[in-house]
């Protein structure tokens, strides 16, 4: 079972490049995130699915777009990117709603430059 | 709105030692409570979880932490520390049924032989 995968894991980019990360799950889970991860500041969230088809905001969202066209798939895409976009992605997911279903399943994470 | 509070961005130990790692938290709402670890170069992983059952939660590799309403705090604890605990860990808090999870700003732990 693979669990969470991010591609890539690592990517250098010129300011004002574009780029797509890609995350897949083979859990089933309906809920998806993106997380940046960044030094003294934790994990902060930028965008988050609850559903196929969704998508909403969160902490930190300028800059960056999500889709969810499948259910395993939620993909992160920066349009021009920025040097304040260097951080490590971390992309997770959980089964849904209720107290079983709390527990988040991170990727190994995607560290990304903008020069 | 929710957040969290890690009290000490580095903290070191000596094996065998004590680990106590602090988190305090803010909800509106009665809070589920979560630590995950997270080591070198890879993604985080739970550690343990409240989510208003037993105050004393009891997780892996030996952790527990336990939940104080009083204090606001969900301090994480073992009685003694391995080299294989030194990682970052991350306190984080959801309202009940919530869909997001708000992290604080992490602790990296440091165990020295």
């Known amino acids: 079972n693979a669990g969470v995968t991010q591609t890539p894991k690592f990517r250098v980019l010129k300011t004002g490049q574009s780029m797509t990360l890609l995350c897949a799950q083979d859990?089933?889970?309906?809920?998806m995130y993106w997380y940046r991860q960044d030094p003294g500041m934790g994990l902060r969230l930028i965008h988050y699915?609850?559903?196929?088809?969704?998508?909403a905001k969160g902490e930190v969202p300028d800059g960056y777009n999500v889709s969810r066209l499948k259910k395993q798939n939620f993909l992160l895409g920066l349009e021009s990117a920025a040097p304040s976009q260097t951080s490590v992605y971390f992309c997770?997911?959980?089964?849904?709603?209720?107290?079983?279903?709390?527990?988040?399943?991170f990727g190994s994470g995607t560290q990304l430059s903008v020069l | 709105a929710q957040s969290v509070t890690q009290l000490g961005s580095h903290v070191s130990v000596s094996e065998g030692a004590l680990v106590l790692l602090r988190c305090n938290y803010s909800?509106?709402?009665?809070?589920?409570l979560f630590w995950y670890v997270q080591y070198p170069n890879q993604g985080l992983q739970l550690l343990l979880k409240?989510?208003?059952?037993?105050?004393l939660v009891k997780g892996i590799n030996g952790f527990e932490a336990e939940f104080k309403k009083s204090e606001t705090s969900f301090h994480l604890t073992k009685p003694s520390a391995h080299m294989s605990d030194a990682a970052e860990y991350f306190c984080?808090?959801?309202?009940?049924?919530?869909?997001?999870?708000?992290f604080g700003e992490g602790t990296q732990l440091t165990v020295n032989p």
């Open positions: 409240y989510t208003s059952a037993a105050t």
């Open positions: 997770a997911s959980r089964a849904g709603r209720g107290l079983s279903n709390e527990k988040l399943f």
């Open positions: 909800s509106s709402v009665p809070p589920y």
């Open positions: 699915s609850v559903g196929e088809g969704t998508t």
């Open positions: 984080a808090v959801s309202e009940s049924s919530g869909s997001r999870l708000t």
């Open positions: 859990m089933n889970h309906e809920y």
